[in-house]
C-alpha cells in the first residue's frame, strides 16, 4: 500500500492492556493550569523505566470544567489498577496541590475507583472539609494560598498501552518533520496521549537484551548506523533516521483513530519513505492494531488468549 510517495508496511503494532485514568487540572489562568498539568506529567514515558505513563489530552475552557475556570485534561495509564491510586497520589500530592490556585478533579466516569483526595486530606492535618454534592465527595484542604478543592476518588478502566507507528525518512530534518505532523493530527484524537517528548521517541526498544537483569534494549532493526551489522535490519538502503510515536488511550478505537491520523498526516507531509510499526510476533500484547485494516476503516484483531 502507498499513500502518496509514502509505503504503508503491510504490518501491525503490538499493543497490551493497561488501566487508564483522567485527571482534570484547574486554576484561575490557563497558565497556571498548565504548570500543574506539565509537572504532573514529568518522568511518565514507558512503563519500561517509569512507574506509569502519562501526557496531557487536552487544554479546557472554562465552560468544560467543573469550577467554571480553565483547565488541562491529563491520562495517566498503569499495569495494574491499584497502582493508579498509588501514582495519583504522588502526583496530584507533589504536583497540583503545591501548585498555586489550582484545584483538581476526577475525569472519568468509571465504576471502579481509587481514593486520592481522602488520602492527601490529612495533610490538612485536621482542619480539611468534606462536602458531598450530588453524591459526590470532595476535600477542602487547607493550605497558605487559600484551599485546594480535590475529589475524593478518581475513576479507573481498561486502557490500551503500546499503540505505535515508526517512520522511516532520508534523513533527519525530513523524517522529524513527518513525525511532528503525525504527532499534531493525532492528538485531535480525545481519550489518547502520547507519553514521549514531543510526542516522539528516537530510542525504541526491542524486549529482550544480551546483557543479564536487563529486559529491554535498543530496537537494532531500526537503527540505520547499525543496518550492515544488524542481522535483522528492517532499514532500506534509503533511509537515514527512524523516529517513533507510542499511542495510549482510554479504549482501542481511540488508538486506532490516532493512528489512521497520524499514517495519514505523516505521509501527506512528504517527509516519510516508509511507515511500519513494531511488534514482538504477537507474543507480547493483546492487541494486534493493523496499519493496512485501520487505513481501510476496518477494526484491528484483537488476541484474546494473552
Partial sequence: MNIHNTEIIDTFAEAFKMWGSRVIITAVSPQWAMHAAQSITGFAT??????????IEAELSPDQTLDGRPGVSVLFFTVKAEDMGKRLLERV????????????????????????????RFFGDGYQISKVLAGRRFWRIPVMEGEFLVDERFGVQPAIGGGNILILGRDMPTTL???????????TVPGVI???????????SKTRSRYKGLFASTNDAYCPT?????PETQVPPEAGCVLEIVIDGLDLPAVEEATRRGILAAAESGGALQISAGNYGGTLGQYQIKLHEVLNGNQSSVVSNQ
Wanted: aromatic content about 4%; charged content about 10%; some cysteine.
Fill in 46 to 55: 514507558s512503563i519500561i523505566g517509569c512507574k506509569c505513563e502519562a501526557g
Fill in 194 to 204: 502520547l507519553p514521549f517528548p514531543g510526542g516522539v521517541v528516537r530510542s525504541g
Fill in 226 to 230: 547499525l543496518r550492515g551489522i544488524a
Fill in 177 to 187: 518533520q513527518a513525525t511532528e505532523a503525525a504527532v499534531a493530527a493525532m492528538r
Fill in 93 to 120: 500530592g507533589q504536583c497540583v496541590l503545591t501548585c498555586p490556585t489550582t484545584a483538581c478533579f476526577n475525569g472519568l466516569d468509571a465504576e471502579q475507583t481509587v481514593i486520592v483526595g481522602g488520602q492527601l
